[in-house]
């Protein structure tokens, strides 16, 4: 493989998963050009830090939005000309699509012109955009198995969902050690989750007392809002003289997530298919509250998964008022034995060399193009 095209766009759990399969090609094909087509996301800045070349398509969401989502997508239509011209130039010997409405139309112009094509679907329930690209592309990756049979079985292969390669490595490190250790990490994804941030900050106060050290990750947009909040708690607690030995620190974006595993005994998340890979992958014990607008759900199927496992409890955003999330924590870390548990369960639902897999069955798809003449 000589040239390579990935394409994905919108959220973290997209791209992250695109980036590391990419990662993976280029130590297994070293020269390997490599570039990533997206939309105006947040793709553009993560695909350039990671060293990718960056291709901005327009990209609008088209399924579902009735007269407003068919116009936008006859203006949209004007990226598969634009695809179609770039892979003419460019001659990659394949594209790859991660999801996401910005990889549709660059999939499709790929089937176009002749170019072998595959697709990953991360979540339980497939979204409309890789529905319809499953019965366009060669091949198609799955995070969790088929069981509704969405995809042609004769084309689908189980990978489990790509993580970075810091996290993936995270699996064979062995469980952390230290019984007085009492962190939680709470994570919303790369654009956060004001709902848990909220159950979370009006839960500080008792957790705080109880000696837990706290870190949010509040996704950029919640931010200012969660840091003065917490600054409200702490004054509170000084006043009261209230100086337990609980700590508390919040970031919009942790740049370095493997750290952030290492250092948590519990995470409380949101259950996207990328957070919970990189969640069984560093071993750890969670607290899920889905998403519950996610496209068909999925979140919660996502984190039935889990729970069904032992590997996490999850509690539904309606039931997520501080006193329970507070006395959930609490009670698990009166347990360490369950955590311990759970963190054991949580590795074996791990698939640690899902960006491996993946790329060995790209590049087999790609050699197997070259071989034939470049026909598919």
Avoid: C
């Avoid at 695109?18 to 094909?29: E, G, N, R, S, W």
């Avoid at 548990?341 to 069955?361: D, F, N, S, V």
Wanted: no cysteine; proline share 5%.
């Amino acid at each position: 493989m000589k040239r390579l095209v990935i394409t994905t766009g919108g959220t973290g759990g997209h791209i992250f998963p695109a980036l590391a399969v990419a990662q993976a090609l280029l130590v297994m094909h070293p020269g390997l050009e490599v570039a990533f087509v997206g939309g105006h996301g947040p793709e553009a800045v993560l695909a350039r830090k990671a060293g990718l070349r960056f291709v901005a398509l327009p990209a609008k969401g088209v399924f579902g939005r009735g007269l407003r989502g068919f116009a936008e997508g006859v203006l949209s239509t004007r990226a598969i000309v634009m695809a179609m011209g770039f892979y003419r130039s460019f001659r990659p010997d394949l594209v790859a699509g991660f999801g996401g409405y910005a990889s549709f139309f660059p999939v499709l112009a790929a089937r176009l012109v002749g170019v072998p094509t595959a697709l990953h679907e991360q979540n339980s329930v497939p979204g409309v955009t890789n529905k319809l690209l499953g019965k366009l592309v060669t091949r198609i990756f799955v995070t969790y198995p088929d069981e509704a049979g969405v995809f042609p079985a004769r084309k689908t292969v189980l990978t489990g969902n790509p993580v970075r390669h810091d996290i993936a490595a995270m699996w064979q490190a062995p469980a952390k050690d230290d019984a007085a250790s009492r962190n939680v990490l709470v994570l919303g994804g790369s654009q956060g989750a004001q709902a848990i941030n909220t159950a979370v900050l009006a839960a500080l106060p008792g957790l705080l007392d109880a000696g837990l050290r706290v870190t949010i990750q509040t996704g950029r947009a919640d931010f200012e809002r969660v840091a003065e909040a917490a600054g409200e708690v702490a004054e509170a607690r000084h006043a009261a003289g209230r100086a337990a030995p609980g700590e508390l620190v919040v970031e919009n974006f942790i740049e370095d997530m493997a750290a952030a595993y290492a250092w948590a005994d519990l995470i409380i998340a949101r259950s996207g298919a990328s957070t919970l890979a990189e969640v069984t992958s560093a071993k750890k014990p969670a607290i899920l509250a889905p998403f519950p607008y996610a496209t068909h759900d999925h979140q919660t199927v996502n984190a039935s998964f889990m729970a069904r496992a032992g590997a996490a409890v999850v509690i539904d955003q309606k039931r997520l008022d501080p006193a329970s999330l507070a006395s959930l924590v609490l009670e698990l870390f009166a347990h360490p034995d369950r955590l311990a548990a759970m963190a054991q369960a949580a590795g074996k639902l791990a698939a640690p060399k899902a960006a491996e897999t993946i790329a060995r069955e790209l590049s087999a798809l790609a050699a197997s193009r070259i071989q034939d003449g470049g026909r598919t």
